[in-house]
């Protein structure tokens, strides 16, 4: 499929994810949607891409949610395609590491597009916020859930009732940004984590992230490492050859070569 209004680059089993209408902040409109539910689609199936970047154009915004001006021309809201806002926020079952790098604003979906995330790489620059309420709208895109358990209840709650926005460095004290850079160092320090995460075993990778999200959901640490078992990743990453090529290249004193099976 050929995009308007994102790009995708695949390199190096990393596919990087453009939001791409930087003249207005990179919002969202229906168009943006279907497209950003393709992307990734392609993403989640392809057994060569194990990491998914997601940012946004221009030096402004990483982007500033739904586009009101789409909205107020139709009369109504977008509808939204299979998994939710952006292609991104009901995506429940992927195992494969996201990272929104963000650079400027991230306001009502696009901070609930970074909070479905599973890292938040910042710059000092980048403010985050759901305004929703001061347009008369309420942030439907998971953030009030996702933000409640990513930061607690109280936290969260002083956030959402008073539209308040918060700086990167703000959001890494609350818990919801994980690193913070220097304006210009965004690309840098995106890249690192990358080759941190693509040192990993790809399964292993995904099964930790698996399990880590499904054990939230058990009703106790107990119940959470006996389930683990049970989980698609985690079973498939047990009976995985890289399970084995892990402890052989140790013993050889040399790197593993994972194949992501």
């Known amino acids: 499929m050929s995009y308007q209004y994102i790009t995708v680059d695949r390199a190096n089993h990393?596919?990087?994810?453009?939001?791409?209408?930087?003249?207005?902040?990179?919002?969202?409109?229906?168009?943006?949607?279907?497209?950003?539910?393709?992307?990734?689609?392609?993403?989640?199936?392809?057994?060569?891409?194990?990491?998914?970047?997601?940012?946004?154009?221009?030096?402004?915004?990483?982007?500033?949610?739904?586009?009101?001006?789409?909205?107020?021309?139709?009369?109504?809201?977008?509808?939204?395609?299979?998994?939710?806002?952006?292609?991104?926020?009901?995506?429940?079952d992927l195992s494969k590491p996201v990272i929104a790098a963000v650079d400027g604003f991230a306001l009502g979906g696009g901070f609930e597009i970074a909070l479905a995330c599973d890292l938040i790489i910042a710059t000092e620059r980048s403010s985050f916020g759901l305004p929703e309420p001061l347009v008369g709208a309420v942030a439907l895109g998971g953030g009030l859930h996702r933000l409640a358990r990513q930061i607690g209840l109280k936290q969260a709650m002083g956030l959402v009732l008073s539209a308040e926005r918060v700086s990167a460095?703000?959001?890494?004290?609350?818990?919801?940004?994980?690193?913070?850079?220097?304006n210009g160092g965004l690309d840098a320090e995106v890249s690192r984590w990358c080759d941190k995460i693509l040192a990993g075993a790809p399964l292993a990778i995904q099964a930790s992230k698996e399990a880590m999200l499904k054990g939230l959901d058990e009703a106790d640490l107990k119940a959470a490492m006996t389930a683990q078992e049970t989980y698609p990743r985690f079973y498939q990453w047990r009976r995985s050859e890289d399970a084995k090529e892990g402890p052989k290249a140790f013993a050889e004193k040399r790197k593993p070569k994972w194949s992501g099976k």
């Open 169 to 182: 460095k703000e959001g890494q004290r609350m818990g919801f940004v994980t690193q913070v850079v220097g």
């Open 14 to 92: 990393i596919t990087r994810i453009t939001l791409n209408r930087p003249e207005v902040m990179n919002a969202l409109h229906a168009p943006m949607h279907d497209e950003l539910e393709s992307a990734f689609n392609d993403f989640a199936v392809d057994e060569r891409q194990y990491l998914c970047v997601i940012d946004g154009a221009g030096d402004k915004a990483f982007c500033a949610g739904s586009d009101l001006k789409s909205i107020a021309a139709q009369g109504r809201h977008a509808s939204y395609p299979e998994h939710g806002y952006a292609g991104l926020i009901e995506r429940f």
